[in-house]
C-alpha cells in the first residue's frame, strides 16, 4: 500500500486528522529506475528532502482517537501536497512540482520525456492518496460536522539551495496557515503550546500553507487545517539522519499541541 490510514477503534474518535506526507524514503523499483541518480546520489537528496520520524513524531493522535494518514512513499516519486497541475504550483518552475524532475540543488532528478509518462505516476501515486485523504476527511465531517487537520512536516537547520527563503536564521517550530482554513484562535493554540514547551513558533516561515483536499479547499469551512514544521536539528543528527533523544521531547510537545485541537 502506498498510504497507511490508521486509527484505534478502542479509543473514542475525535475529529482530528494528521497527514504525514513526506516520511518516507521508499522508492519503487520501477520509479528508481527511470531516476537519473546513481545510488549515493539518491541517499544525499532523500536526507535532505525526506521529513524524518515525523510518522513518528506525530503518531499519538491515535492515542486521542484521531486518525493518522501517512504517505508510505518517497516524495521523490510524486508529492502528493503539489498542486497536480503545474500551471497552480509555485514549485514546478524549479523542477519541484507534483512529480520532481530537479534535485534540489538543480540537477536532473528525472526526465520526463512523454506528458504520458508525468500523467502514469499521478494516476499510480497521487490521485488515489488524494481521494483517500478526501474520503478520510469527508467521513469525519459526516461524523463530527466538522474536521481538523494537522498537516506534519520537519525541515532543515539550514535552507536548501531550492528553497524560496533563503535566510539563515530559522524559527524552531514553522506554522504554516490558509487564509480560509486556518482560524486564528488554532494558530494561537499551537503556538502557546509551543512556548510552554520552550519554543518559538512562527507563522508561515519558512514555509507557508497547510494541506486541504481540493474538494474542500477554499470553499468549506467546516475543515480547518494548520501545518507544522519542526527544525530536525532538534530531534536527530542531520548529517547522519540518526535520531536524538529529542525526538520524544517532540512527541510530547506534539501531544500538547493535539489535545489543544480537539483531543481530550
Not at 39 to 51: F, H, S, V
Not at 218 to 226: A, I, M
Not at 239 to 264: C, N, Y
Request: negative net charge; contains cysteine; aromatic residues 8%.
Amino acid at each position: 500500500m502506498n498510504f497507511e490510514i490508521l486509527s484505534r477503534p478502542t479509543v473514542t474518535p475525535i475529529p482530528l486528522v494528521v497527514h504525514v506526507p513526506h516520511s518516507s524514503t521508499w522508492i519503487p523499483p520501477d520509479v528508481r529506475q527511470a531516476l537519473c541518480l546513481d545510488d549515493r546520489e539518491i541517499e544525499r537528496e532523500l536526507l535532505c528532502l525526506t521529513d524524518w520520524y515525523t510518522d513518528r513524531i506525530f503518531d499519538p493522535v491515535l492515542e486521542l482517537g484521531g486518525t493518522l494518514f501517512v504517505n508510505r512513499v518517497s516524495r521523490l516519486v510524486v508529492d502528493p501536497e503539489r498542486f497536480p497541475a503545474d500551471a497552480q504550483e509555485v514549485m514546478a518552475p524549479w523542477g519541484m512540482g507534483a512529480v520532481y524532475t530537479r534535485t534540489t540543488d538543480g540537477r536532473t532528478l528525472r526526465k520526463l520525456d512523454s506528458p504520458l509518462e508525468r500523467a502514469r505516476l499521478l494516476d499510480a501515486y497521487f490521485h488515489p492518496y488524494a481521494a483517500a485523504f478526501t474520503g478520510v476527511v469527508s467521513q469525519v465531517l459526516d461524523r463530527h460536522g466538522h474536521c481538523v487537520i494537522l498537516d506534519g512536516h520537519s525541515f532543515p537547520s539550514a535552507p536548501l539551495p531550492h528553497e524560496r527563503d533563503q535566510r539563515t536564521e530559522r524559527p524552531p517550530i514553522c506554522l504554516g496557515t490558509d487564509e480560509f482554513h486556518t482560524p486564528e484562535s488554532l494558530v494561537l493554540g499551537v503556538r502557546d503550546c509551543c512556548a510552554v514547551h520552550g519554543l518559538r513558533a512562527e507563522r508561515n516561515r519558512p514555509f507557508a500553507g497547510t494541506y486541504v483536499p481540493l474538494r474542500y479547499w477554499r470553499s468549506d469551512p467546516r475543515v480547518t487545517s494548520v501545518m507544522m514544521e519542526i527544525r530536525r536539528d532538534l530531534y536527530m543528527d542531520e548529517q547522519t539522519g540518526a535520531e536524538t533523544p529529542g525526538l520524544q521531547r517532540m512527541r510530547d510537545l506534539v501531544l500538547t499541541v493535539m489535545r489543544t485541537m480537539g483531543g481530550p
